[in-house]
C-alpha cells in the first residue's frame, strides 16, 4: 500500500469498515482520520506550532491569552463577583493558552486567580499529557486545573462561568454534499483497490436537506459545501452544562450567507501538514489535519433554542482591539518580533477577519464586554435569510 496514503493501520481499518458497511458518509471517514482512538491524527500526531501542521492564536503570541483573560476577568463581574469561577477550555491543544491566560490573571486580576477553577475538556490522553508537562509549573503552585475526556462527564448547570474554545469546532467532522438538479446529495466514501473515492448518493439523513432549509440556503447547481451537524450537538451539550455565564467560541468560518455564498462552490474543507495546505483529504490520513469552516449561523440559532442568547459577533480584530491590544504595541520597535507576531493576529487578510468570535450568554443579563465595543457586522447579520423561532 503507497505509503502517501497515510497511516497504515487506519487506513487497514477504513478499508474494512468500508467492506463490511459499504460506502460510509464522508463525516464517518473524517471521524476516523483525526479521531480513531488507536491511529487518528488528534489522538497520536496533532503537531501545533512553529515544528507543526499548524499555527493558533496562542501560539503566535502571548497577548491572546492575556487579551482573553481580560475579557474573562470583565464577564466575571456579572457572572459571579464573588465565590468560586469556573473557567473551561475545550480542545487544549498544547496548553499555552492555558499557561499564558493564568499567569495573566494571577498577575493582572489576583482576587479573581484566587477562586479561579481551571478545567480542560481534551479527550486525546496524548494532548492531556502534553497539557500537563507544560502546565506542571502552575499546578505545582497550587493552581487548580482539573482535566475531563468530555462534556458529557459534566452534571448539567454545573458551571458558573466561562465556556471557551479556540480553533475546536472547525475540527469536527462534516458532512460534505454537493446540489444538483435532482436535489441534494451527499458524498461518501468507498474504496478502488488503489485508493479512496467519492460516491455521491441521496442524503444518509434528512438533517441535511433540514440544516439548509431552516438556512434559507440554495446551494446553486454543482456547489459543494459542508454541513457540520455535530457542532449543533455540542453547542446543546454545552448549553446543557451552564448554570450561568458566557460561550466564548473562536474559530474561522463565517455567517451562513457567507459560508454557503456562490464564491464557495468547493466548499471550504482543507487539510493541514507541516506548513503546507491541500485539499486531498485521502492522502496522509491519520497524519494530516483536516478542518472546514464554521457556520456561526447555526451555532446561534440552535444556542438560542436551548437558552444560549447571542451577545455579540465579531472578528479577532475588532475583539482584540477592543480589549485593548494598541496599548501592548506602544514602546515596542516596529520590526521586533513581538510586534509582527502582534500584527499577524490582526490581519484583515488572515487571522483578523477570517478568524471570527461568537459569545453567547445564559442566566445573565447581556453583559457589556470591551470585546464587542467595535462592531464589524451589521445588526442582526448572524441570521441574514435564516428562520428564526421565538
Not at 469546532?169 to 441534494?184: E, I, K, S, W
Not at 438533517?207 to 449543533?232: I, K, P
Request: hydrophobic share 40%; aromatic share 8%; charged share 20%.
Amino acid at each position: 500500500m503507497a505509503a502517501e496514503l497515510g497511516h497504515p493501520e487506519l487506513v487497514q481499518k477504513l478499508i474494512a469498515r468500508i467492506e463490511r458497511e459499504g460506502p460510509i458518509p464522508f463525516a464517518n471517514f473524517m471521524e476516523m482520520a483525526l479521531y480513531d482512538p488507536e491511529f487518528g491524527y488528534y489522538i497520536r500526531e496533532a503537531r501545533i506550532g512553529a515544528e507543526g501542521d499548524y499555527w493558533t492564536s496562542p501560539e503566535v503570541h502571548r497577548i491572546f491569552a492575556e487579551l482573553v483573560g481580560r475579557q474573562m476577568a470583565q464577564a466575571a463581574g456579572v457572572i459571579a463577583p464573588d465565590g468560586p469561577f469556573t473557567v473551561i477550555e475545550i480542545g487544549a491543544g498544547n496548553g499555552t493558552f492555558a499557561g499564558n491566560l493564568l499567569k495573566a490573571l494571577k498577575r493582572e486580576h489576583p482576587a479573581l486567580a484566587e477562586r479561579l477553577q481551571y478545567l480542560i475538556i481534551e479527550r486525546s490522553a496524548a494532548l492531556r499529557q502534553r497539557q500537563r508537562d507544560y502546565l506542571g509549573p502552575l499546578l505545582q503552585e497550587g493552581i487548580p486545573i482539573r482535566w475531563l475526556c468530555d462534556l458529557a462527564d459534566l452534571s448539567s448547570g454545573a458551571v458558573s462561568g466561562v465556556i471557551f474554545s479556540n480553533e475546536l469546532v472547525d475540527a469536527f467532522p462534516v458532512h460534505r454534499v454537493v446540489n444538483r438538479r435532482v436535489g441534494l446529495r451527499e458524498l461518501f466514501v468507498s474504496w478502488s483497490g488503489h485508493g479512496f473515492i467519492e460516491i455521491e448518493a441521496p442524503p444518509g439523513t434528512p438533517a441535511l436537506e433540514q440544516y439548509f432549509e431552516r438556512l434559507g440556503v440554495r446551494l446553486e447547481d454543482g456547489q459543494q459545501a459542508e454541513v457540520n451537524l455535530e457542532a449543533l450537538s455540542w453547542i446543546r451539550q454545552v448549553a446543557a452544562c451552564l448554570r450561568k455565564g458566557i460561550v466564548l467560541t473562536i474559530d474561522y468560518g463565517h455567517t451562513a450567507a457567507d459560508l454557503y455564498s456562490p464564491v464557495r462552490k468547493a466548499g471550504t474543507l482543507l487539510c493541514y501538514y507541516r506548513g503546507t495546505v491541500c485539499d486531498n483529504p485521502y492522502v496522509r490520513v491519520g497524519q494530516q489535519d483536516m478542518t472546514a469552516h464554521v457556520d456561526f449561523t447555526s451555532l446561534a440559532l440552535t444556542g438560542q433554542e436551548v437558552g444560549l442568547e447571542v451577545t455579540g459577533f465579531t472578528n479577532q480584530f475588532h475583539f482584540l482591539l477592543g480589549l485593548g491590544i494598541e496599548s501592548a504595541f506602544r514602546g515596542l520597535d516596529a520590526e521586533s518580533s513581538d510586534s509582527e507576531s502582534m500584527r499577524r493576529l490582526l490581519r484583515p487578510d488572515g487571522m483578523g477577519s477570517t478568524f471570527k468570535v461568537l459569545i453567547q450568554h445564559k442566566g445573565v443579563p447581556a453583559p457589556a464586554l470591551d470585546g464587542l465595543k467595535s462592531r464589524p457586522f451589521v445588526a442582526d447579520a448572524l441570521y441574514a435569510g435564516a428562520h428564526r423561532h421565538g
